[in-house]
């Protein structure tokens, strides 16, 4: 099982229309096959820089690298992730 994961702010202001735009865009992806336990999460400690999170897990490395080239997922990234995502960490792990 693989765990992905992305921490990371938007260029929007809180609370804008912009940014449930993006955040509904975002959850589309749970759409995309292969994709499991599908979660959006608002950052909520002081510690943190970020604002929110995205998680996912696939099955497999290959239903992983399915996900990474998926029309929807790819047009996500270029359409809203890259213009819209100034800073992120991407977080992706296997448990020992």
Same mark, same amino acid.
């Given at each position: 099982m693989i765990r992905h994961a992305a @921490?990371? !702010? @938007?260029?929007?202001?809180?609370?804008s229309e912009a940014e449930t735009r993006f955040l509904e865009a975002l959850a589309t992806l749970s759409d995309i096959p292969g994709? @499991? *336990?599908? =979660?959006? &999460? !608002?950052e909520i400690s002081p510690k943190n820089a970020f604002d929110f999170a995205v &998680?996912?897990?696939?099955? *497999?490395? &290959? =239903?992983y690298d399915a996900y990474n080239v998926h029309p929807l997922h790819v047009t996500f990234v270029q359409d809203k992730w890259l213009p819209e995502v100034p800073e992120f960490m991407e977080h992706d792990t296997v448990a020992l």
């Amino acid at each position: 099982m693989i765990r992905h994961a992305a @921490l990371f !702010r @938007l260029t929007h202001p809180k609370g804008s229309e912009a940014e449930t735009r993006f955040l509904e865009a975002l959850a589309t992806l749970s759409d995309i096959p292969g994709v @499991l *336990d599908f =979660a959006i &999460s !608002r950052e909520i400690s002081p510690k943190n820089a970020f604002d929110f999170a995205v &998680s996912m897990c696939f099955a *497999d490395q &290959s =239903a992983y690298d399915a996900y990474n080239v998926h029309p929807l997922h790819v047009t996500f990234v270029q359409d809203k992730w890259l213009p819209e995502v100034p800073e992120f960490m991407e977080h992706d792990t296997v448990a020992l």
